[in-house]
């Protein structure tokens, strides 16, 4: 594999040192640094230049060995990724490469730290929550300065956008600034959102605003807590740096500021990454590419197994029908469910136009810009399957005439499989346990109701949760459980009270304390709601970030009843003013 002379030697010691000269955080390494690619030697370090990521298994360097702490045994090595050739950080078509070598671009203004993920930093990242209050971890988190031992990469892909074949795009305004493998041997990509542009900017400027950011910060966390696969997120700065955005996409130009998220994946790779190679005819490069993804992220699937593409793509197909029901589930929509944002993980990644459901509507659309409801929530598992499909469409080049005939046949048990695991959850929301033949019923039965009277999707099922079989026999709602009263202005809501109750009863060993306890772990009290997070970036525009902090406790526990939560109105109607608010669409 030939290497640009630069890289080559850079690569050939183990470290960016010559590369990054004065961008690089900390001092070169000693004795009592853990060398890049290393797991830290301690937990909870304080200063960064204690810690250390690395590029090496993206761009096919050693693995270190496991004696450092809990780091995986070592593997066979694949060949490294080649890098795009250009040095020069320009807007161009990128051919025959993973990736693109490219600095973020640090703010010109002063940068303040929002929030961070307590559970994040220490947790996943090995550090101390005291790093937050260094110049090290603000310059590093704001895109300033790069750790030693991390090439900061773009990643090449392509993408199906509204159903029509998009071309090249990547990242655009995203840095991969590492991989981390902590003393758990988890291993953890770190990219930079919002850092400055990139080879695949397009016409954008790099950057993102304070109010996406917010949005991405706080939802990425409230999903984890929810229990839904997804990116994370450690950090959010701000700065004073005057962004453009036309938010609404209506000409209604604004100044904006500019922010950055430290999220975090066990791998970013998307559908789309594997598309633009096969279009492109790349094949030789996306078996490697896909051989990579296997042996790290899949680790049941044999590498020798002359099936391993098969088996992933069964896998991929099973799981996204998992994460599209849990989506389902606590009434959260994407978006922008193109497959440039559809994880080969089957996570939450690219937080951006959603919004978790209030009133029960299955054409419920949270991206204003979305004209023809494409990804409106009711719509999300056909997308899921159209994307699915584009994969078939990129593996196919990789697969025997048997192969491809067998993974048509997995794709279509898809269906099958989405609508098997949203039956299971809508089953523990409402707290039923074995089998009955009217299950289906009674759960679309509900739906209609709550349709019909604009229900609350999520304090309807909390309020199921917390109401006692006596209360609803009666009827006899208390004033509490507004959701539930709006439920029973509807003409049919007894009838469907009757049926449930019924089946309560052919719980096995049940009580209604018991049921009342196990649906309020699956059932949350508190969502992202869209008025929560515009009230948050309203007052973080005064830098006022004590909301984005408050809410960030709160959705760590959306299940448990919390009072500064309740003196919020969280779980009360949405105040007059959100009645019309729209979610935002530029980013």
């Known amino acids: 594999m030939w290497w640009p002379p630069w890289l080559a030697a850079c690569l050939a010691w183990g470290c960016v040192a010559a590369l990054c000269g004065s961008r690089g955080l900390c001092p070169a390494p000693n004795a009592s640094r853990p060398q890049p690619g290393q797991c830290p030697r301690r937990r909870g370090a304080a200063d960064l230049c204690a810690w250390a990521l690395s590029s090496d298994s993206l761009l096919g360097t050693a693995c270190p060995a496991p004696a450092v702490c809990a780091c995986p045994a070592p593997r066979l090595l694949l060949d490294p990724f080649p890098v795009d050739v250009i040095q020069e950080n320009y807007v161009r078509n990128v051919r025959n490469c993973i990736f693109s070598i490219v600095y973020p671009t640090p703010f010109k203004s002063r940068v303040r730290l929002v929030a961070v993920s307590k559970e994040v930093i220490e947790n996943i990242l090995d550090l101390d929550i005291s790093v937050k209050g260094t110049s090290d971890f603000l310059e590093f988190v704001s895109g300033g300065k790069v750790i030693l031992g991390s090439v900061p990469l773009a990643h090449r892909y392509g ?20 991989v981390y493998t902590n003393r758990h041997g988890e291993r953890w990509e770190l990219q930079l959102k919002g850092s400055g542009k990139t080879p695949y900017s397009r016409n954008g400027d790099g950057r993102a605003v304070l109010r ?41 130009i604004k100044k904006e500021r500019g922010a950055i998220v430290l999220r975090l994946a066990k791998s970013w790779f998307r559908i789309g990454s594997l598309e633009i190679l096969a279009l492109s005819g790349e094949l030789d490069l996306q078996r490697r590419l896909l051989d990579f993804i296997i042996q790290e992220h899949f680790p049941s699937i044999a590498m020798n197994d002359s099936n391993r593409y098969l088996e992933f793509f069964s896998t991929v197909v099973s799981e996204t029908a998992n994460l599209i029901a849990l989506w389902m589930s606590v009434g959260f929509a994407h978006g922008v469910c193109n497959t440039d944002n559809f994880s080969l993980l089957s996570i939450t990644i690219d937080y951006g136009p959603f919004g978790f459901m209030e009133s029960y509507d299955p054409n419920f659309v949270p991206n204003t810009s979305d004209d023809e409801r494409r990804y409106k929530i009711g719509n999300q598992a056909n997308v899921g399957l159209f994307n699915l499909s584009k994969l078939l469409q990129a593996l196919k080049p990789l697969l025997d005439p048997r192969q491809k005939h067998l993974a048509s046949q997995i794709l279509e048990g898809y269906g099958e499989r989405y609508y098997s695991r949203f039956t299971e959850l809508f089953k523990a929301k409402l707290g039923l346990l074995g089998e009955n033949e009217n299950d289906n019923y009674l759960i679309a039965f509900l739906l209609k109701i709550m349709e019909d009277t604009k229900a609350d999707f999520t304090m309807t099922f909390r309020e199921l949760s917390e109401i006692t079989e006596d209360q609803l026999r009666e009827l006899h709602i208390p004033e509490e459980f507004w959701t539930l009263q709006d439920l029973s202005e509807h003409k049919l809501f007894s009838e469907w009270v009757t049926m449930y109750l019924l089946r309560l009863k052919r719980n096995k060993g049940d009580s ?14 508190y969502i992202l709601r869209n008025w929560m997070a515009e009230s948050a970036v309203q007052k973080s525009n005064l830098n006022d970030f004590s909301e984005v902090r408050l809410l960030e406790q709160v959705l760590q526990h959306p299940f448990q009843r919390q009072e500064a939560a309740e003196r919020a109105g969280y779980s009360l109607r949405p105040p007059a003013w959100a009645k019309d608010l729209k979610v935002s669409c530029s980013s």
């Open 512 to 525: 209604d304390s018991k049921r009342r306890t196990r649906m309020t772990t699956v059932n949350p009290r």
């Open 212 to 252: 996406s950011s917010v949005r991405e910060f706080l939802c990425s966390e409230a999903m984890h807590y929810l229990g839904i696969p997804t990116s994370r997120a450690a950090s959010l700065v701000v700065s004073d740096d005057d962004v453009w955005r036309d938010q609404f996409y209506n000409g209604n």
């Open 159 to 178: 993408g199906h956008q509204f159903g029509t074949w998009a071309g090249q795009l990547g990242d655009g305004r995203v840095h991969l600034v590492g």
